[in-house]
């Protein structure tokens, strides 16, 4: 089971460069999000999308973006890197349920910006 | 906006000590509950949930916690903590919806052999 898929592993970008980390997922989930994790707070939503063609922004959304074309797919976008997107960024997928469901994450991509 | 809360950054056990860790959150509809955890390197993996039901959850390793409305939390214990239980821990809320979650700032747990 490939689960949530997240490309690449690693990454250092100079300032002002511009990528994009990939995520994928194969369980057919509507919601998908990016977090970012940092010391000492946590993980911080930046955007997420409740289905194909839906995003919306999150706590700390400045410099990224994202669009949502597949339910598979989630990419994330950095326009012009900064040294304080240095980070690890987690992508998750969960399904939309009244119940309530859990969210399955990545394995994460940690970026340096020099 | 919902919050979470987690009051210990850091905690250091010998093996075979009993875990309790905090969790509050600020939410005042219904809420799901879930408890995440972090090995070193590694992404997040669900320890257990709470979504209704039974407040008191079990869940893998060993790992409960309790869900107490009144109080607003949702605290994670273990009897008898191992060395391999050594890594990060996140308490993270979401509202009935599903979906969005927020987390908590995290707490360390190291345990000594």
């Known amino acids: 089971n490939a689960g949530v898929t997240q490309t690449p592993k690693f990454q250092v970008l100079k300032t002002g460069q511009s990528m994009t980390l990939q995520c994928a997922q194969d369980m057919n989930h509507e919601y998908m999000s990016w977090y970012r994790q940092d010391p000492g707070m946590g993980l911080r939503l930046i955007h997420y999308?409740?289905?194909?063609?839906?995003?919306d922004q999150g706590e700390v959304p400045n410099g990224y973006n994202v669009s949502r074309s597949t339910t598979e797919d989630f990419p994330l976008r950095l326009l012009s890197a900064a040294p304080s997107q240095t980070s690890v960024y987690f992508c998750?997928?969960?399904?939309?349920?009244?119940?309530?469901?859990?969210?399955?994450f990545g394995q994460g991509t940690r970026l340096t910006v020099v | 906006a919902q919050s979470v809360s987690q009051h210990n950054h850091h905690v250091i056990l010998s093996e075979a000590a009993s875990l309790e860790l905090g969790c509050n959150y600020s939410y005042g509809g219904t809420v799901n509950l879930f408890w995440y955890v972090q090995y070193p390197g590694q992404h997040l993996q669900l320890l257990l949930k709470y979504f209704s039901g039974d407040p008191l959850v079990k869940g893998i390793k060993g790992f409960e916690a309790e869900f107490i409305k009144s109080k607003f939390s949702f605290n994670l214990r273990k009897p008898s903590v191992q060395w391999s239980d050594t890594a990060e821990y996140f308490c993270?809320?979401?509202?009935?919806?599903?979906?969005?979650?927020?987390f908590g700032q995290g707490t360390e747990l190291s345990v000594k052999p």
């Open positions: 999308s409740v289905g194909a063609g839906i995003t």
């Open positions: 998750a997928s969960s399904q939309m349920d009244r119940g309530g469901t859990e969210a399955f």
């Open positions: 993270a809320v979401n509202d009935n919806q599903g979906g969005k979650l927020i």
